[in-house]
């Protein structure tokens, strides 16, 4: 299954998240409702971390890392998927976006794709 970063950004942004039951609160209460929504917003949202995600024609789906933002944490925002497409291939997804106080956030932009790797820290403190 070979396809590109495109059509697997499709199948991830259209992939239905479905939320149904019997309501039982206010005027509608013992009421049925189905709501589907789609959207990097739920991966963001509704997805935990490391969470695998079937999503029909691709495989699995998981977040990895992310970067939210928020006042505080800066206006990058980012999410990484780890993608476990049906033939066993894997492959590793960024999207990126943005924060504002002003207006919000948006996930602007294509995804691309990343591969994982390790990078030795060095770190400092006091000597006693």
Known sequence: MS???REIQDYIENHEFVDEGIRDWGLDNGQPYR??????????DEVEM??????????NVQ???EETGGEGAGSLMYIIFKVELLDGT???FRQEGYYSS?????????????????KMTTFY????
């Open 102 to 118: 002003y207006d919000g956030s948006g996930w602007d932009s294509d995804f691309s794709e990343v591969e994982p790797y390790s």
């Open 125 to 128: 403190r006091k000597v006693k």
């Open 35 to 44: 709501d589907v929504d789609t959207g990097i917003e739920w991966w963001a």
């Open 63 to 65: 977040k990895v890392e």
């Open 50 to 59: 490391h969470e695998r995600v079937s999503v029909e024609g691709l495989g």
């Open 3 to 5: 396809l590109t970063t």
């Open 90 to 92: 894997v492959r590793y």
